[in-house]
């Protein structure tokens, strides 16, 4: 279960949280942070939050990742939703917590089956809702 680059493990409710996210639209969003060295889950969005409520939830100096299920419409007016992965590693925050989740990333995400879009973002404007809206096209 452990990572052999980094010794990280992940938590089971890491990705039955995600599998709820993804299937049946049970949150909005899921914050995860590192942990004595497992991935857990910190923070989940309910279906009614919003862009805004997701990221007053990451921490301006410290390291997470996290699932956002964005929601919009095409130019043809049809709702559709990609389920987007951030890492989240503002300027700010410690080196060594910059490392380790950067050498935990690719493991974490793989666990996570379903991600459409990942971003990784250092300050908020690097995940903006315009960010979103153009990636998600």
Not at 46 to 51: A, D, R, T
Not at 105 to 113: A, H, I, M, S
């Given at each position: 279960m452990a990572n052999a680059a980094s010794g990280m493990a992940v938590h089971d409710d890491c990705k039955l949280r995600f599998m709820e996210l993804k299937t049946k639209r049970t949150y909005r969003f899921i914050v995860y942070k590192i942990e004595d060295k497992q991935v857990i889950v910190e923070k989940l969005g309910?279906?009614?939050?919003?862009?805004e409520d997701f990221t007053a939830n990451l921490p301006a100096d410290e390291c997470r990742y996290a699932v956002y299920d964005f929601e919009y419409l095409t130019e043809g007016n049809v709702p559709k939703s990609r389920i987007f992965f951030i890492?989240?590693?503002?300027?700010?925050?410690?080196?060594?917590s910059k490392m380790i989740?950067?050498?935990?990333?690719?493991?974490?995400?793989?666990?996570?089956?379903?991600?459409?879009?990942?971003?990784?973002?250092t300050d908020p404007t690097e995940m903006g809702l315009d960010v979103f809206k153009s990636r998600a096209n």
């Open positions: 309910e279906p009614g939050q919003g862009y890492a989240w590693s503002p300027d700010t925050s410690r080196v060594r989740y950067a050498s935990s990333k690719d493991r974490f995400k793989r666990e996570l089956d379903g991600i459409q879009i990942e971003l990784q973002a």
